[in-house]
């Protein structure tokens, strides 16, 4: 945690990523916006700094953001993977708790080639389901495309920490295929680095 001990990121347990004072503004933003709609925008602005989720400071019902979710995954699996994003994003402000609005979001990134954003994404995924291997799993693929070998590694051995439950057939066949890739990459390295020495 940084100086003064406000948390910066999810993982640190920062609203979105921001700082406090971000949050803050953010916070007050969102209070005007929805004092504008006609809803009671500073009990909202209150709702969330005790650390509610926006669709219960709205007092929506769980029927909308399910809805939301599936509206989503049906954009996406039509290859709407544009608007679909957009709706990932918005599950993520009502209910940043669910590891599948997260999974949504860096998936439909790294659909538009956004690899950093979709790892930013599912980095938080991790953050929210630390037991699930599946953010990690998302993370591997995209540390290799990057080419951040440590960082590959380590997803690696996070899967294999939490013992593969929960993937699917397909997700432990990209991972052999991955496996051998990394292994490839860090015998290609090692061998680039004695002949550079």
């Not at 406000?6 to 920062?14: H, I, K, L, Q």
């Not at 209070?31 to 809803?39: D, N, S």
């Not at 009502?94 to 980095?123: N, P, Q, S, T, Y």
């Not at 997803?155 to 439950?165: F, L, S």
Request: with cysteine; aromatic share 4%; glycine share 10%.
């Amino acid at each position: 945690m940084p100086e003064g001990g406000e948390p910066t990121s999810p993982a640190e347990g920062g609203r979105f990523g921001l700082s406090a004072q971000d949050t803050d503004t953010l916070e007050q933003v969102l209070g005007t916006v929805m004092t504008g709609m006609g809803l009671d925008g500073p009990a909202i602005a209150r709702a969330m700094r005790r650390g509610e989720r926006l669709v219960d400071a709205l007092n929506l019902p769980p029927q909308t953001v399910e809805a939301l979710y599936a509206r989503a995954h049906a954009t996406f699996i039509a290859g709407q993977h544009a608007d679909a994003e957009k709706l990932f994003r918005t599950l993520t402000l009502f209910d940043g708790r669910v590891v599948d609005h997260w999974l949504g979001l860096g998936i439909c990134m790294r659909m538009r080639d956004e690899m950093k954003l979709a790892r930013e994404a599912f980095e938080i995924a991790s953050a929210v389901a630390p037991d699930s291997p599946v953010p990690h799993f998302h993370l591997l693929e995209i540390c290799m495309v990057l080419g951040d070998l440590p960082a590959a590694r380590a997803a690696r051995a996070a899967i294999d920490k939490r013992e593969g439950a929960g993937l699917t057939r397909e997700m432990k066949l990209e991972i052999s295929r991955l496996d051998g890739a990394l292994s490839a990459r860090t015998k290609n390295g090692a061998a680039n680095g004695k002949a550079a020495s």
